[in-house]
């Protein structure tokens, strides 16, 4: 398709698509002469990811470049490629380590991870900002008090983990590599909040149906 | 206990504690004399959950105090007092009901809710502002071009009520309706952010364990 249907199809102007192939986000499509290139589906699914990161992600255009970088990274395996584009994204603030809640919350997801048998996330915890921001919530919540240890987040962790069981199922009924990894991604950005809103609205209904509605 | 030591044990300063008495999100202490109060555990409970609202949830004040006047309305049914509460915390951007992709989402939703049987949810969602940030957070995937249908959302609604079990079963070990519905609210603001982790966590974790870590 030329540039004018890739606009139309996804709803982003050309001017905007302009900047993202000088950017570099999106990759230049087949020049089929000085002033026409021909455009594909896979331009049409990388600006859709492009979009979700930038508009609803909130995501630095050059953040979004590194992220996208990984996805596109043939020489590594799925794991770590996924991996790469998931940690490239925006974290939350980093761990105070002087602070005492702190050690006591990175002891609890120690306990936490152990348990579980998440022996991954256990070898990856001194590199994953994954892990990072589970003790900076954890810690949160004893700082300010709340009881909050392995044993009340251990169930937590194993519905969560049937959640991503699910997330990677549905990215595995993609059949491109590069897709899956896309999918997984764009995942990671546009469904945080679906899920929120499904585990509040989850709240609403369980508690209409132990306490009802009076 | 006094003042200083309210402010002790909270790591609030006394200054701060004063203005949240002024701005009525503390109820006064026991006043045993011209000069001084006493304050007892409930006030100690309450000012972690200030906190926790104003400093991580980033509710504003006049928010923070409404959504606490629901906490303690005791005319209220639980399943009502809850509901205020939380539906009083701020929410996301209201739907653009010109928007095709808003109809199509609230349809979705709508088949959703009918299919999982959530009859009260259904009933509540002209009023609730969880099912419109459900509504705009699936438009947003199908503006995107995400196939997101009701099939899909199905099994994550099934595990989100489990989730929800889970928090109404720790809700329930508390002993006061006042304080029940304190660590509802508390968990709202404070435990979202636990459970993002603890997904992508998961997400490594089973990404690992289904492709290596090559």
């Known amino acids: 398709m030329r540039l004018s249907e890739l606009s139309e199809r996804s709803g982003v102007s050309t001017a905007t698509i302009k900047y993202y192939l000088r950017e570099g986000l ?4 087949r020049q ?3 002033t026409t290139a021909e455009y594909d589906e896979s331009h049409l699914r990388r600006l859709r990811l492009v979009r979700a990161l930038i508009q609803v992600g909130g995501v630095p255009v050059a953040t979004a470049k590194e992220v996208l970088s990984h996805v596109g990274d043939e020489s590594l395996g799925r794991t770590i490629r996924l991996g790469a584009a998931l940690w490239a994204l925006p974290q939350g603030p980093e761990p105070d380590e002087e602070d005492p809640a702190v050690a006591a ?5 120690d306990t936490l991870l152990r348990g579980l048998g998440w022996e991954t ?7 994953s900002p994954v892990h990072r921001s589970l003790v900076v919530a954890v810690a949160t919540l004893i700082r300010l008090g709340y009881r909050w240890d392995a044993e009340l987040m251990a169930p937590y962790a194993e519905l969560m983990r049937q959640v991503a069981q699910r997330d990677l199922d549905f990215m595995e009924t993609h059949t491109s590599e590069e897709e899956k990894v896309e999918t997984a991604v764009a995942a990671a950005v546009l469904f945080e909040p ?4 499904l585990h509040r609205l989850a709240q609403e209904e369980e508690s209409a149906r132990r306490y009802g509605l009076e």
Do not use: F, H, I, Q
């Open 105 to 109: 919350a990175r002891r609890e997801v």
């Open 32 to 34: 089929v002469n000085t």
């Open 194 to 197: 679906v899920l929120r809103a």
């Open 121 to 127: 996330a256990r070898e990856l915890a001194p590199l």
């Open 26 to 29: 999106l990759a230049p499509g």
